[in-house]
Structure formats: structure tokens, C-alpha cells
């Protein structure tokens, strides 16, 4: 929750135009895929390719040729050129357009992959963000709903993730449902109670664990306590720091993020009863665990009384379901970010390296970053956490719903994207991944942009796609939906699905002790030791476009190389092509 999304919202919510926005598709940087624009919704296969002015120029010369010419030059070339074709297939054709629905081109792609690893018991867990409104449609009113949820676990754990987050679910009169209505209750436009237990269900029999997310800072101004329980909020007779509204009867209430948000009162006894009813209820529906929204305004600016009450809810949560799992928003990049593992929470999200400032953005975009200073900064936030809290861990992640996407800030570049992705992920903690990012969705400006529809296809209004949120401006998407990405091993999708495969399969990468190597000195490259029950690996990075040469013990196992180009190692020197993470075992 931001205060810029809020004032956004209060924009949003003067009345949907009837046209909703639209997204449209443009060509990439240094990409030759595909073009198509939502308002000419037809499909456009990249084998019907369009040749661009000097591709027609340069034909219209040939054909001048004469004819003698050409033959000669037919007769020498078809050799080669069938060789060629029985080679490679041209990065920009597909195969003919057929015409099924996406979902079943989409469900075919998924059932020609290896299958993920069953999921782990915790922690060091991989989560996908799944923004409810935006992820699937399964009932053709444009919004998405958890039966769309449902019907996309498919792909979810076809990724390798663990979990998921759910964005709120709860009545609501917002798209972004970050005002609550009835704490007990299921949005009608997300489904109903039955809806959420056979969605519950469905990620349970795959081993996914399903996590909400906790809006205690604040409620709807149209909760029913606000008029029946007044204690359980802030109202005073003068307003105090921050944004407050005055009451018809001359009082103030405090509203730290909008007027129709009014903050609880965290005090009140009676209030955290309630609250803790609230947690008893879904955690014997079968969640998870909860993702808590704006800690950091509990109290705003009051680190210890925050603390408490997240000691408070940690107490009462683990009192229900003891293998909960919390995980914070503290949306800090100072160190009073680590102060709040003293709560005993399992995890806040490490935004000191997310987002186009963080230090995973700042490693592969600005020249005077070193991977040294990226692997000490992950060393000293993995060791922060746990120095304060023995069975606590980070929660890494690189965008969010508030957030830029990654695609734009990373200038639309598919290697610097990738390299981001495959830092982000192999760091240490429980990993998070908002949707759409595998794809390199674009989305910045207003938050709505931020949450756009998943680009499963390019039909923007074929049935199961969800329209977005109103008030969201007309997109442009930089690489292919899913039904192509799916099937294109050089994606961004496969790359960040083997990476979160990975680390499934490495459990050091979550969970193992963190020791940086000497590996020589290329600024950009570099080596970490992870140790984990007895085992270790090595972890390589090399963040420049350039090859480096690093000095590693250990077998070559894995790698994720953002271009193709695969490491090489003879004896104890690896060469890692450039933008390239490689796994070593000792
Ligand atoms: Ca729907
Ligand atoms: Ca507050």
C-alpha cells in the first residue's frame, strides 16, 4: 500500500469510462518478434512475417536480377539453405496459428515440460504475488477471480513456485481491495467462501501453500465499526501527525493513506480480538499465513511500538497454526528494517534490493556497482535477520504492486532483465515473484499500470483474460504472452522458471550458510559458498556483458545464462559468458 496508489485510487473511483483501457503490444528494443495493437484484436503470427521498407527494397532489386543469375545462384545456394533449415528454426517464425482456445495451446506448452520438483517443507520457499483482479477471469465479466486462480495452478507449479500471495480478497468498494469491508467475507467480484476452500484445496493437493494478505493497519471507512465501534480507531479531538479528516461532530480521525482508509487503533484490546477471531477464521480455512501491509504505519514512526504489535501477531497467529508463515511489508532500505526481525516474524521483504534504485538494478545497469559490494550487502542482510531472530529469514524479491516493473526500468533489455531476475533469485531467504515479471510485462506511471491483465495471450479479449483495473492507461508490452514465451526456451519465462526450478533443487541457494569467495578481480563477476546440511555449492555470477575468467573449485552443474551461451571450465578456471550464473558442487 502506497500513498501515491491511494490518491490515484480517489481518481479512479469518480466512474469507469465505458471503454475500458486497452493494451497493446510494440516491438522491443533490439527485437524483431512481433507487433499488434489491442484495437485490432486479431492474432498476429510472427511467422506472418511483414517485411519492413528495406526488406521490399532489397527484393524488388533481386527480382531485376537476371534471370541466368538467379538460377546459378539457386542451384548453389539450396544445398546450404536446406542444411541451414534443417538446423535451426529462425528465432521469429512460429508455427502456423491454430485455433484453439489459449488456455489449451497454453495447457500443451505446460505438458511438454519436465515436471517441477514436489514443493519443499520451508523455509527458503519461492512465491508468485498474485494480483487477484488482474490474473484471470474465469466468468467473462472482465475482472479477474480465484476460480481463474484456480485454473492457472497449472502453470504456478509448472514454475517451481511454492506458494502464493494472494492480494486482498475481502468486500471492497476498490479494485485494489486494500479496504476492507468484512475481514470474514470474499469479494463478489473474486467468487465466493466455496470458491476460496476448492482453490485452498487445489494448491494444497499440488503442495502449494496459499498466503493472505493482512490489511490491519487500517479498514474501510464503510466498516461497520466505524460507526458501532469507534474506540477501535484513531479519532481525537485535534489531529496528530500525518493526514487526518474531521468528523461531522467536529472530531478527527486518522487516515494515514486515505480519507476513506481510517487507521485502527491498535491499542484497543477489544479491537485485537477481533483480529485474532479474523486469523482463527482463515487459518482454519486452511491458509498459510499472512503477507502484512504498511507495518510501518501500525504506529506511524515508531519502530517499537510496531515491534510489538507484530510480537503480538506473530504470538497469536503461530498460537493457531504454529508452521505459519508471515512475511512483512517494511518498505525501508535503511537498516531500521532489520530492527523489526525482533518481532519474530519469519520475514520482511528486502526492499534494499528491489525496484529500479535497489541494489540488484544497480548491479547490472550502473557502471560503478561491483559484485563484490552487491554479494556483502546480501551477506550483511541475511546475517541481520537472523541475528535478531535464529529462525527468521529474508524475503527477497525485485518488483511488487507498487512498484515500476522491471521490463522498463531495465530499458527493455532481455539480458539485463534475465541477470536481474537470476540475482534476485539466488539470493538467500523465501524468494518472491510479482506476476507477470516472468513474461517482462510493462507496467509503470499510475499504480494500475503497475497491475496490469497477465499477458497469457495477445487476444486481449479472449474469454479468461481480465480486462484491468479501471483507470489503467493504454499498454504496451515489449515480449511475447505466455502461450509463446512458454514455448521458446531462449524466454524470459524459461529463465526465470529455471531459476526458481533451481531453487527447488538447491536447497543451499533459500537456506545455506553465506560465504563470499575470492574469485580474482572482475568487477561485475564473483562467487559465493553455500553450505547447506553437510553439502556445498558454489553460486558464480559474472553481471557484465563480458566473459571473465573465475578461479572455482567444484563441478560445473547448472547454469543460467541469460544469452544462450553456455559457461566452460577446465580445471579449476570457469569462464562464465557474459550476463551468465553458474552452479558448482564441491
Ligand atoms: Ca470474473
Ligand atoms: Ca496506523
Redesign the pocket.
Known amino acids: 500500500m502506497t500513498r501515491m496508489m491511494v490518491e490515484q485510487q480517489q481518481t479512479a473511483r469518480t466512474g469507469r469510462p465505458d471503454g475500458r483501457p486497452l493494451q497493446h503490444v510494440e516491438l522491443p528494443r533490439g527485437s524483431r518478434r512481433f507487433a499488434h495493437h489491442a484495437k485490432s484484436p486479431q492474432r498476429i503470427s510472427r511467422g506472418a512475417a511483414r517485411l519492413t521498407a528495406p526488406d521490399t527494397a532489397r527484393r524488388s532489386r533481386r527480382l531485376r536480377q537476371p534471370v541466368t543469375s538467379v538460377i546459378i545462384a539457386l542451384l548453389v545456394l539450396m544445398p546450404l539453405c536446406l542444411t541451414a533449415a534443417c538446423q535451426a528454426q529462425p528465432a521469429d517464425v512460429t508455427p502456423p496459428d491454430d485455433n484453439r482456445a489459449w488456455p489449451e495451446v497454453l495447457a500443451d506448452a505446460l505438458a511438454a515440460q519436465e515436471p517441477p520438483l514436489p514443493g519443499q517443507a520451508g523455509p527458503g520457499l519461492t512465491w508468485y504475488q498474485v494480483f487477484v483482479y488482474s490474473f484471470c477471469d474465469s466468468d467473462g465479466d472482465g475482472i479477474g477471480d480465484l476460480n481463474g486462480v484456480t485454473e492457472h495452478l497449472d502453470y504456478i507449479q509448472s514454475m517451481g513456485f511454492d506458494g502464493i500471495w494472494l492480494s486482498p480478497i475481502h468486500p471492497s468498494s476498490t479494485y485494489h481491495k486494500y479496504n476492507v469491508r468484512d475481514y470474514l467475507e470474499i469479494d463478489p467480484e473474486y467468487g465466493d467462501m466455496d470458491d476460496f476452500d476448492a482453490l485452498v484445496e487445489a494448491c494444497h493437493l499440488r503442495g502449494i501453500k496459499v498466503i493472505l494478505d493482512l490489511v490491519i493497519?487500517?479498514s474501510d471507512l464503510n466498516h461497520p465499526w466505524f460507526t458501532e465501534r469507534p474506540e477501535y480507531y484513531?479519532i481525537a479531538d485535534k489531529p496528530g501527525n500525518g493526514n487526518w479528516e474531521l468528523l461531522p461532530d467536529g472530531r478527527w480521525y486518522?487516515c494515514?493513506f486515505w480519507g476513506e482508509m481510517p487507521?485502527?487503533n491498535?491499542d484497543s484490546a477489544e479491537l485485537r480480538a477481533q483480529l485474532e477471531k479474523m486469523f482463527a477464521f482463515w487459518l482454519g480455512r486452511g491458509v498459510d499465513g499472512f503477507r502484512l501491509d504498511a507495518i510501518k504505519?501500525?504506529?506511524?514512526g515508531n519502530i517499537g511500538s510496531n515491534v510489538e504489535v507484530l510480537s503480538w501477531l506473530n504470538n497469536a497467529v503461530k498460537g493457531i497454526k504454529p508452521d505459519s508463515y508471515l512475511v512483512g511489508e517494511v518498505w525501508d532500505t535503511t537498516n531500521s528494517l532489520y530492527q523489526y526481525y525482533e518481532s519474530g516474524i519469519d520475514s520482511f521483504f528486502s526492499f534494499p534490493f528491489a525496484g529500479s534504485d535497489g541494489a540488484v538494478a544497480k548491479l547490472v545497469i550502473q557502471a560503478n556497482t561491483t559484485m563484490d559490494d552487491f554479494l556483502r550487502k546480501t551477506d550483511e542482510a541475511y546475517s541481520a535477520a537472523r541475528e535478531l531472530n535464529p529462525g527468521a529469514t529474508n524475503a527477497p524479491f525485485f518488483t511488487n504492486h507498487d512498484m515500476s516493473r522491471a521490463s522498463g526500468f531495465l530499458r527493455r533489455d532481455p539480458n539485463l532483465i534475465k541477470m536481474a531476475w537470476g540475482l534476485s533469485l539466488m539470493q538467500p531467504g523465501d524468494a518472491f515473484v510479482y506476476y507477470g515479471e516472468e513474461l517482462g510485462m510493462s507496467g509503470s506511471g499510475k499504480d494500475e499500470n503497475k497491475r496490469a491483465p497477465m499477458f497469457w495471450t495477445d487476444e486481449l479479449r479472449a474469454a479468461g483474460m481480465a480486462y484491468g483495473p479501471p483507470g489503467m492507461e493504454e499498454m504496451t508490452h515489449s515480449f511475447p504472452p505466455a502461450v509463446q514465451q512458454v514455448k521458446d526456451p531462449d524466454s524470459i519465462y524459461s529463465y526465470v522458471r529455471d531459476a526458481v526450478r533451481l531453487r527447488g533443487k538447491y536447497p543451499h541457494i533459500g537456506r545455506g550458510a553465506f560465504e563470499a569467495l575470492p574469485v580474482g578481480t572482475d568487477a561485475k563477476a564473483g562467487a559465493v559458498l553455500r553450505a547447506w546440511q553437510g553439502s556445498e555449492i558454489i553460486i558464480a555470477y559474472n553481471a557484465s556483458p563480458e566473459p571473465a575468467t573465475l578461479t572455482l573449485p567444484g563441478a560445473l552443474r547448472d547454469a543460467l545464462s541469460a544469452t544462450g551461451e553456455q559457461p566452460a571450465q577446465e580445471g579449476d578456471s570457469l569462464t562464465l559468458p557474459g550476463y551468465c550464473i553458474a552452479i558448482l558442487e564441491k
Open positions: 493497519n487500517h484513531n486518522e494515514q487507521d485502527f491498535l504505519d501500525y504506529y506511524s
